[in-house]
């Protein structure tokens, strides 16, 4: 009976939480139990309650273009901590030319808006360990 | 990494592997059970329920902290309701408690109901015991607290709280599904609120009416959790009842039934399951189920028979 667990997160300073609302809702219609952690994290927050909660998937959400320095940091930090199975996926307002270097930092995919719901799920379901 | 040896250490990691193997009924489940069970009975376990909206993790938070600043560690398990439609849930205690996060003396674990039958109290009872291993001083469960399988859940607990807001309209209905009988402590939240005082006249008249079966007369305390407010009469309250049962050989009694309890839970549970996957593999399960539907036998006469051939 083992349920999918996902850990949405908004990093840093950035208010806007609608959109990882509406990923959050998507990702419980989809069977999977989502932990939303809310506003304002620093990425040691983000990394120590992944760790607590043991999820398979860190689903972070950030407008204020702060993801070139946020995202690899918590990933850094999942990875300290030994949670190296965890799928690190991101979304927000992120340009195109900044998804490569987060790829490569360790972020798994980058679901810009417009993307449908369903996109997201589809890609946790074939990628989650 | 060995779970339990590492948990036992105080390796965060290993302690929520173990609470993730126990969820999903991983085969090393049992095996960790066995071998943490020696290492449990040490945490005082208080359980948190009341209905949704009522302020239960502002209020573990806050309580929390006030242990935290007694030297005490502090586990929390808290559980939200997962959908029986599509099998998912947003758990959401723990964004209540963001300002735990970075202690390192508090372990926050959330879970869902995951809709089983009465199987939650067994997997929450069991990462209970994962964390009193691990050497937590004081473990919170916390849940919404509408019906029978909570009632289950504070069996797992010491001492158990129930929290209720003023103005909700149905304040009799609440008393009347059965949580004044499961309430050692009650925090009337939200007291800022327009019918506080009521409450807490309605909840005494409901108690003097009762037949309490024991000395102890659940005391009654207004708190504005948000802002900090009555978080140490609460404490104190909780305390007197922690006290009063050690004194009484009641929490001898509870922790006997508990164990009993779990006893059942895990004998019911493994052997059901059990013959179930065998009749499931062996094909008996579909053509038991055809003969019942076209009533050449019913569900008794086919478990009966099963009955008499195991206990041959």
Redesign the interface.
Known sequence: ???VRVLVAKPGLDGHDRGAKVV??A????????????LR?TP??IA??A????VNVVAMSILSGAHPHLFPKVVNLLRE???DDVLIIGGGVIPETDIPALKEAGIAEVFTPGTPTGDIVDFIKANVK | MDIVEELLKGNRLALSRAITAIENEYDEAMDIMKKLYPHTGHAFVLGITGPPGAGKSTLTDKLARAYRAQGKTVGIIAIDPTSPFTGGAILGDRIRMNGLTMDEGVFIRSMGTRGSLGGLSHKTADAVKAMDAFGKDIIFVETVGVGQSEVDIVKAADTTMVVLIPGMGDDIQAIKAGILEIGDVFTINKADHDGADKLVREMNMMLDLDGLMTDWRPPIQKVIASQNEGITETIENIEKHFKYISENGILTKRRTERSKNEMLDVLHSNIGSYITNKLVETGKMDEYVEQIKARETDPYTVVSNLMKDMLK
């Not at chain 1, 760790?51 to 043991?54: A, P, T, Y």
């Open positions: 009976m083992a349920k959050a809702r990702l419980r219609d989809a069977g999977f139990e989502v932990i939303y952690t809310g994290q040691e927050q120590e309650a760790l607590q909660e043991d901590k030994g949670m």
